[in-house]
């Protein structure tokens, strides 16, 4: 263990250490105060990254209970709901769907309608990302194979290493998969553990229908805005050469006609997206239908329980277990009521004016996040603490998973976002882009993302999420 990793280490055990000295304090009892303690403690060690997040995550929830702060259904209450599921059973169908091949095809032929230009290109990454995205929840996986495809593209169009055109590739690339992580609940880990931290009759409100149309408004003036900077920061002085229309024929080639696994694999997208889009209709719960997809694809030999079981993310499924479950055990001890009478009179500045109290705590957000660096603990800690100052102004708890999703999509620092840094390194790192010209973008995004919110808030006024 490195210096930095041993003073994370010790202020976090101090920390929890001298929550047990401290008795009950004035709205918040002994328990809690315990409670609050190791939580601070897990805080130090995902911002020291002292252990995988995991261990840290499970280490948290077993000091919760053998301290008796909770009890072990209380601790562990994530591994149960809802969410968890839905996170088996998505994880193996992006499985089936990467393995397959079925994923790169899409990508592939979703690029081949756009003009081989910097600006036909930039769009057509730009629209493969979000049109991809519903149907993985691996941000990983997308990036995995978007990026080198992405760079491809860039050198085929005869773009040098670090220059514009290269930087405008990979920014196009990139934010395609970050709009859609926000648009679909479904697309990615984020999203997932955001709509886990709503009130359970929410969750089963805002199936994969409802969480789209209520966020449909943003991603357009997202991907418009976002487009237009990207071609304002980046473009390329020449007009490059223009092969990428030979270039996503010539993949589209090599990979040949659809295989068996590719075609099975097509027909449970569909037929998911079908029963997802019915959810609320047809009274089939979205995670039961993920978590039956994948386990149909093994029986069938779209893939095998071999490639299921190395292909799962399993330090992210426990992870999840323990995220997921972050929201009852505030409530159980009281930390979330606590918390938001602390901020309160900061919030409550803005509270008589919904719009002013949101984009403030957008704003606090996007400070806090140079801070607090993971961005899977950001959100179940930002949700708990500005889930109840919201409801209490009659903002919809669906507002607050979405406002606080957007916005810890950051990558100003390279150290702020794991997305980020998996796909700087999947173009090609140092070598291909300057992280400095990319951080740019991250800055124009903090001011797109407020003015698409801003413009949403009458449209969810309209919808009643705003009281």
């Not at 397959?100 to 769009?123: D, E, H, N, V, Y």
């Not at 220059?163 to 697309?187: D, E, N, P, Q, R």
């Not at 080639?253 to 019915?278: N, Q, T, Y």
């Not at 992870?319 to 929201?327: K, S």
Request: proline share 3%; glycine share 10%.
């Amino acid at each position: 263990m490195n210096g930095k990793k041993a003073v994370f280490l010790a202020i976090g055990l101090i920390i929890m250490a001298a929550s047990f000295l401290i008795g009950p304090v004035e709205g918040l009892s002994k328990e809690g105060v315990h409670g609050l303690g190791i939580f601070f403690c897990a805080i130090c060690l995902w911002i020291g990254d002292v252990f995988p997040f995991f261990v840290t995550c499970l280490a948290f929830m077993c000091a919760l209970i053998l301290t008796g702060t909770v009890t072990f259904a209380v601790g562990f209450q994530g591994f149960t709901s809802s969410i968890f599921c839905f996170i088996l059973g998505a994880l193996g169908m992006s499985v089936a769907f990467e393995n397959s091949g079925l994923l790169k095809r899409l990508s592939l032929c979703i690029m081949k309608l756009f003009s081989p230009t910097f600006r036909g290109q930039t769009l057509g990454l730009l629209a493969t990302g979000i049109v991809i995205s519903p149907v993985m929840p691996s941000v990983t996986a997308k990036t995995a194979i978007l990026m080198p495809f992405s760079r491809g593209i860039a050198e085929a169009m005869g773009y040098a290493p670090r220059s514009k055109g290269m930087h405008g590739i990979y920014s196009a690339a990139y934010c395609g998969v970050t709009l859609g992580c926000y648009a679909f609940y479904t697309a990615s880990f984020f999203a997932i553990v955001a709509r886990g931290m709503m009130p359970a009759e929410l969750q089963a409100e805002f199936g994969f229908v409802k969480w789209f149309t209520h966020s449909l408004l943003w991603l357009a003036v997202t991907f418009f805005l976002l487009a237009v900077v990207i071609n304002v920061l980046y473009r390329p002085e020449g007009k490059g050469e223009n092969l990428t229309r030979e270039y996503v024929s010539g993949q589209l080639k090599a990979m040949g006609k659809m295989s068996r696994k590719e075609i099975v694999s097509l027909a449970f997208l569909v037929v998911c997206v079908v029963l997802w889009a019915l959810e609320n209709r047809i009274g089939l719960p979205s995670h039961v239908i993920a978590l039956a997809a994948s386990m149909l694809m093994i029986m069938m030999n779209v893939i095998t329980v071999k490639e299921y079981l190395e292909g799962v993310s399993w330090n992210m499924v426990l992870m999840f277990g323990v995220l997921t479950g972050l929201g009852g055990i505030f409530g159980e001890l009281g930390i979330d009521d606590y918390v938001a009478k602390l901020v309160a009179p900061v919030v409550n500045l803005a509270a008589g004016n919904a719009t002013l109290l949101i984009a403030s705590i957008m704003i606090l957000i996007y400070v806090m996040r140079f801070f607090l660096t993971v961005q899977m603990a950001a959100i179940p800690i930002f949700m708990s603490i500005f889930m109840p100052i919201c409801q209490h102004a009659g903002i919809s708890p669906f507002i607050v998973a979405f406002i606080t999703s957007t916005s810890c999509a950051l990558w100003t620092v390279l150290y702020q976002n794991t997305l980020a840094m998996q796909g700087y390194a999947a173009y090609g790192g140092e070598a291909n882009i300057k992280y400095s010209s990319i951080a740019k973008l991250s800055v124009c995004y903090m001011a797109i993302n407020l003015i698409a919110v801003l413009v949403n808030i009458p449209v969810w006024h309209l919808m009643g999420l705003i009281g």
